[in-house]
RNA sequence: UCCUCCGUAGCUCAAUGGUAGAGCGAGCGGCUGUUAACCGCUAGGUUACUGGUUCGAGUCCAGUCGGAGGAGCCA
């Protein structure tokens, strides 16, 4: 006998004998008839648990009745439309099978019962059992899913670029050191340096912060390429908008400017709101309901609504003549804070927000110096953009990248790096150079915003944050 | 890393420096085609850790550890 995934006994025709598998999430005791036992029995297929009814004719019976939350059951029995409210359809169980007890129901860490979120985090483990979590789980699986289709769709390839890398030059952050070296015993060279020499790879290596450099080197022959994996950052963040380890999709397209770029991303975010509220719309309106009110209408809104582009410069000027008060001063040439975007995004525009041509002093290197009236942008910016979000903020950071070599070479020396460390990087502006863009865009911010999750752990299955890398 | 707040039952939280409390969850019983069920009873505690002040500390002080919110860094 086969058996069924709860999505599908859901639309399965009553009448017929099904058989569920999955964990009960509740259970409710009748007297009536004789005695009988509602018992709501989830597989992470969808939303809503599926109800079945168990009699006291059932030959275990007096097993059933001491069933708990948590509990792993089989049950086959007939479909029936339900007599109750709450749900359309339901099983008449002939048959509840105990597949695994919980132990000590007493101390179950997810029983029946609200718990915070902060507790949640302590039983990773477990905490996908409760529906916040096994929602967050499809949506955050829909959503990959919808990144890769509309990526394909568009003859973008997914390059795998390297987790590990021996450059010293992604300047995205602090980096997590990849070593085989005994902690115990570091070889030394003859000046009193860590000979790296003698290390797994022979010289100095880290997890990547970023594949950005890497992929370029595939725009430049490919076209159209984008990453999409774990990237890392050592930095002592404490906040709920950033992790150690996170997800990012970074796309580079060639022959392209800095709006194409920006159309790139605002085509993503829409494909990805329309996906998410086609096939995921029984999650979407738990978060509607019980996380964040009007994230349906938001989701729609994206949909509808072209992402807004404005300058840096008029940006600064809207912050500058708004009535709001600010903690830190608005001023040319220093970088928006997270207060300014958000008043942006939240309270000016309403809709995301394309900020570009930021100050060329506070963007990396590789953005591309603008030419002086590009878009009205005074000379010393770079093509940059940041879009920004309501509720999360800043969900991507891109730009158009310096494809002139000698504009790059001075860039690397203004801001006193060294241009042998960037020696194959430069090679693809010697050889055929094209001007070329990319964005990275932050896949668990996607989450938060698509979701209204706050914390940012919350939407990673094991989050890595200072002193969090437990399960 | 900085600022602010917090750490008491399985969970969420109370408790003027003077006997350790409730709700939820759990166990048992009652009632009911139930659905955040309802009613009754029962069990459940090294008050994060270390030290100090005091006749007496969950409460005051110092340090440590852990958590949350905000800031910086950024995605």
Request: with cysteine; net charge negative; charged share 25%.
């Given at each position: 006998m086969t058996w069924l995934k709860i999505k599908d006994a859901f639309q399965a025709q009553p009448g017929q004998t099904v058989t569920v598998k999955g964990w009960v999430r509740t259970k409710r005791d009748s007297k009536a008839d004789g005695g009988l036992s509602f018992i709501a029995v989830h597989?992470?297929?969808?939303f809503d648990p599926i109800q079945a009814v168990a009699r006291h004719?059932?030959?275990n019976y007096d097993e059933v009745s001491k069933l708990n939350t948590g509990c792993s059951v089989e049950i086959t029995g007939e479909l029936v439309e339900s007599?109750?409210?709450?749900?359309?359809v339901e099983i008449q169980a002939h048959q509840v099978k105990v597949?695994?007890?919980?132990?000590d129901p007493d101390t179950y860490?997810?029983?029946n019962k609200r718990h915070s979120f902060e507790y949640l985090r302590e039983v990773a483990h477990l905490r996908t059992r409760t529906n916040t979590f096994g929602a967050v789980a499809r949506v955050r699986h829909a959503l990959a899913q919808s990144i890769h289709r509309y990526m394909d769709e568009l003859d973008y390839y997914w390059v795998h670029t390297p987790?590990?890398?021996?450059?010293?030059?992604?300047?995205a952050g602090e980096m997590f050191r990849v070593s085989t070296l005994d902690f115990c015993n570091i070889p030394k060279t003859d000046?009193?340096?860590?000979?790296?020499?003698?290390d797994f790879f022979g010289k100095e290596s880290h997890l990547t912060v970023s594949g950005q450099l890497n992929v370029e080197t595939y725009c430049c022959s490919l076209s159209r390429v984008y990453t999409f994996g774990p990237t890392f950052r050592a930095e002592n963040s404490n906040t709920s908008?950033?992790?150690?380890e996170f997800w990012m999709i970074e796309p580079e397209l060639a022959f392209a400017d800095l709006h194409d770029n920006i159309e790139l991303a605002s085509g993503m975010l829409r494909a990805c709101a329309s996906d998410l509220l086609e096939r995921r719309i029984d999650d979407l309106e738990f978060f509607d309901l019980r996380?964040?009110?009007g994230i349906i209408d938001r989701l729609k809104m994206i949909v509808e609504s072209p992402v807004k582009t404005i300058t840096y410069t008029d940006a600064i000027k809207i912050l500058e003549s708004c009535n709001e008060k600010f903690d830190y001063e608005v001023k040319w040439g220093s970088d928006m804070q997270s207060e300014h975007e958000r008043y942006l995004t939240e309270?000016?525009?309403k809709q995301p927000v394309a900020v570009i041509n930021?100050?060329?002093?506070?963007?990396?290197?590789?953005m591309r110096l603008n030419d002086?009236?590009?878009?009205?942008?005074?000379?010393?910016?770079?093509?940059a953009v940041d879009i920004l979000v309501p509720g999360?903020?800043?969900?991507v950071g891109g730009s158009q990248r310096e494809e002139r070599l000698d504009v790059l070479d001075q860039r690397i020396d203004e801001m006193g790096l060294i241009k042998d460390d960037y020696w194959w990087y430069r090679d693809l502006r010697k050889y055929g150079t094209v001007p070329h863009a990319g964005y990275g865009l932050g896949f668990e911010r996607l989450i938060q915003f698509c979701t209204?999750?706050?914390?940012?752990?919350?939407?990673?299955?094991f989050p890595r944050a200072p002193r969090q890398a437990e399960f």
């Open positions: 597989d992470g297929t969808c004719d059932l030959s007599q109750g409210k709450g749900q359309s597949v695994g007890w919980v132990e860490p997810t029983s987790i590990i890398t021996g450059s010293d030059c992604e300047g000046d009193g340096e860590v000979d790296f020499s003698k908008r950033h992790l150690a996380i964040e009110k309270k000016h525009f930021y100050p060329k002093d506070i963007k990396a290197f590789y002086s009236g590009t878009d009205g942008a005074p000379a010393d910016t770079v093509a999360v903020g800043e969900l209204g999750m706050q914390n940012i752990r919350d939407v990673i299955p």
